[in-house]
């Protein structure tokens, strides 16, 4: 079962009158007119609902609607007051090297991490959902990284990296390969970071195909070893679909987190070599807070935005036909 | 047969080497980052066993920056966004599970929005607002953009209709108001929720780094990531043994408690994705 799935069946659930769910009269200490028990549904509801309802308006709704509004008009600049511009932040965006170049190393990195993290969280969950020596100390392997800060995983693997000084170029001296600056290049960096945020993630999202494994009725696999089947092909044909609700999750979650997190970019190469590794909300936090130029920071926001908004709407449309639920 | 059963045994062997294999891949960043932190600069890069083990670069990290004052803010910072979270979704999602109240739906669907558009994607705006309530560089600052969770009032929500209405109704009989329902009824069986909510919500809130980094700018209220950050990247030359240390150092408490708690943090990551 998936945060997903729950939401689509909530909403169905919610489709049904709900007129039941009114406390009845009988269970009143004193009666009272229906219309007047009937407020009070309403206003108690609202009073309930109202502390998290001023902060989530504050801090969600409002800044959302007014990334929007904001990237009309123009950064205002000493004396000078913010006037509308129309499309020009968007017209500027357009001719921005840039931009571009996030969007698309965003691109690179979000088909890059997603499937290696997915890959590899569920040969892990393969790995230790079977009895053999060492389970535990695997398990705790995978899942240490996703406890760890990200500054603090990114820190390490800087060091790792280093030139010539990093294990990384220490092993690979083992073999004869000279030492390189892989942060420092173009080709390698954006591939350095991917690494990082594969490292981070794969654990964590072992633990959910881990609990969909263990949910897994034994007798599927005693019919297959019976009918002869391999094990591949029963991979292939039982576990993977069956896994499949899971991967839905797992994939928002990797989704989200390729466009969420950008720790790592700030630490290990703030953007460079040469923008090469700049990503989205990176750049975002460039242009808005070492630049200042707020409006612009507001256009690129509201890119993030509608990607964000395709992704919730593909949810809901796309994967919920194409999955196959137990 | 007996072939079969040979090449069984040997792809088992196979399969159980490969994810030994993997599983050491995984660690060794870790344990790398250890053995420089444990041993002298000289040392940090260079594998021998008889390396002299030492504390030192501990000391050094500890004293070239406030981490005390850092962990001070981030204890602060976690407790209060978890205090208040608690509070507030507990509330909201007992409306939502209890309360066919007027737009219920509409309201469901807004709050579930924070999780598709999170904070972290907001901090322009959010940043606004902030000097607007000129309260920039402040602990609650930090907080006040995550204390609304979409995240705890739907996983309570869940919970909460769970509930028997029947329990709900006897309480009701006995004379207990909405809010000591909630408290007395709803609240306590839910207890495993909040464990897991709380433990998800604690180390996220160690671990942010962006916002933090945004709206801070005074060793009185950056947490440890952003103060770890600063330290790692002003003048510490590449000392990579005391930079170790200190990412090892803030990241302790937390995996030390993974290490002592493992089956409670991997049981909570689950419990608070899977519903």
Redo the contacts between chains.
């Keep these: 079962?998936?945060?997903a799935r729950?939401?689509l069946n909530e909403n169905r659930e919610?489709a049904r009158p709900?007129?039941r769910?009114?406390?009845s009269a009988a269970?009143?200490?004193m009666r009272r007119p229906a219309h007047v028990r009937r407020w009070d549904?309403?206003?108690?509801?609202?009073l309930?609902?109202l502390?998290?309802?001023?902060?989530?308006a504050?801090?969600?709704?409002?800044?959302?609607v007014?990334?929007v509004i904001?990237s009309f008009f123009s950064t205002p600049k000493g004396p000078r007051h913010s006037v509308f511009v129309g499309l020009d932040n968007y017209q500027a965006m357009i001719s921005d090297p840039i931009f571009w170049r996030s969007l698309d190393n965003n691109l690179v990195y979000a088909l890059s991490t997603i499937p290696l993290t997915i890959a590899l969280a569920m040969?892990?969950a393969l790995?230790?959902n079977?009895k053999?020596?060492?389970r535990g100390?695997?398990?705790?392997?995978?899942?240490?990284?996703?406890?760890?800060?990200?500054?603090?995983v990114a820190?390490?693997?800087l060091?790792?990296y280093?030139p010539g000084?990093?294990?990384l170029d220490?092993l690979l001296a083992l073999f004869g390969i000279p030492a390189h600056n892989w942060l420092g290049s173009e080709q390698t960096a954006l591939a350095c970071l991917i690494a990082v945020a594969v490292?981070k993630d794969a654990?964590?999202f072992m633990?959910?195909y881990l609990?969909a494994l263990q949910q897994m009725p034994p007798q599927l696999a005693e019919a297959a070893a019976i009918e002869g089947a391999s094990r591949w092909y029963f991979f292939r044909r039982v576990t993977f679909p069956l896994l499949m609700p899971t991967t839905l999750?797992v994939l928002i979650?990797a989704i989200?987190n390729s466009?969420?997190?950008?720790?790592h970019v700030?630490?290990m190469t703030r953007g460079g070599p040469n923008n090469t590794t700049s990503l989205l909300?990176f750049y975002?936090?460039e242009v808005?807070?070492k630049f200042w130029d707020?409006a612009y920071?507001?256009s690129l926001?509201v890119v993030?935005?509608v990607l964000?908004?395709v992704?919730?709407v593909g949810q809901f449309t796309f994967f919920d036909r194409r999955i196959h639920y137990q | 047969m007996n072939a079969l059963r040979s090449r069984r045994s040997f792809v088992a062997a196979l399969?159980?080497g490969?994810?030994?294999l993997?599983?050491?891949l995984?660690?060794?960043?870790?344990l790398?980052?250890f053995w420089?932190a444990v041993h002298p600069s000289a040392y940090s890069?260079s594998f021998v066993l008889d390396a002299p083990l030492t504390l030192d670069n501990f000391v050094r990290a500890w004293k070239a920056a406030p981490f005390a004052r850092y962990f001070l803010n981030t204890f602060l910072l976690v407790t209060m966004i978890l205090g208040v979270q608690f509070?507030?979704?507990t509330?909201?999602a007992?409306?939502?599970s209890?309360?066919?109240?007027?737009g219920?739906?509409l309201?469901?669907v807004?709050?579930?929005?924070?999780l598709?558009?999170?904070?972290?994607?907001?901090?322009?705006?959010?940043?606004?607002?902030m000097s607007a309530l000129g309260i920039v560089d402040t602990i609650p600052a930090i907080g006040?953009?995550y204390?609304?969770s979409?995240f705890g009032?739907?996983l309570l929500r869940?919970t909460f209709k769970t509930v028997p209405r029947e329990l709900d109704?006897a309480a009701?009989?006995e004379?207990a108001g909405?809010i000591q329902i909630l408290l007395k009824v709803y609240v306590p069986l839910a207890k495993p929720v909040y464990i897991a909510y709380g433990l998800v919500s604690v180390?996220y809130h160690?671990?942010n780094?962006?916002w933090p980094?945004?709206i801070t700018n005074s060793v009185s209220t950056r947490p440890?990531?952003v103060g770890?950050?600063i330290f790692?990247?002003s003048d510490q030359g590449?000392d990579?043994s005391v930079?170790?240390a200190a990412?090892?150092m803030?990241?302790a408490p937390?995996?030390i408690a993974?290490?002592l708690f493992?089956r409670q943090?991997?049981q909570s990551?689950?419990r608070a994705?899977?519903?």
Excluded: K
């Design positions: 079962m998936t945060l729950d939401t919610e709900s007129s769910r009114v406390p269970t009143g200490r549904v309403h206003i108690h509801g609202w309930l609902l502390p998290a309802a001023v902060l989530l504050t801090f969600t709704h409002f800044p959302a007014a990334t904001d040969t892990m790995a230790v079977r053999l020596a060492g100390f695997m398990r705790m392997s995978f899942f240490t990284p996703t406890v760890m800060p990200m500054i603090a820190n390490i693997w060091f790792f280093s000084y990093g294990l220490r490292w654990g964590f633990i959910f609990a999750f979650n989200i466009f969420r997190l950008v720790d700030i630490v909300l975002i936090y808005g807070f707020t920071a507001a926001t993030l935005l964000l908004a992704l919730a | 399969e159980t490969g994810a030994w993997l599983a050491a995984w660690i060794l960043p870790l790398y980052a420089a890069a509070v507030l979704c509330l909201a007992y409306a939502f209890r309360y066919a109240f007027l219920h739906r309201a469901f807004l709050v579930l929005l924070q598709m558009i999170m904070p972290d994607v907001l901090v322009v705006e959010n940043y606004r607002t006040l953009p204390m609304a979409a009032i739907f869940q109704e009701r009989v004379g909405p180390s160690w671990n780094f962006l980094l945004i440890l990531t770890l950050q790692a990247s590449i990579w930079i170790t990412t090892l803030t990241a937390l995996l993974f290490l493992q943090f991997v990551f689950m994705g899977i519903r």
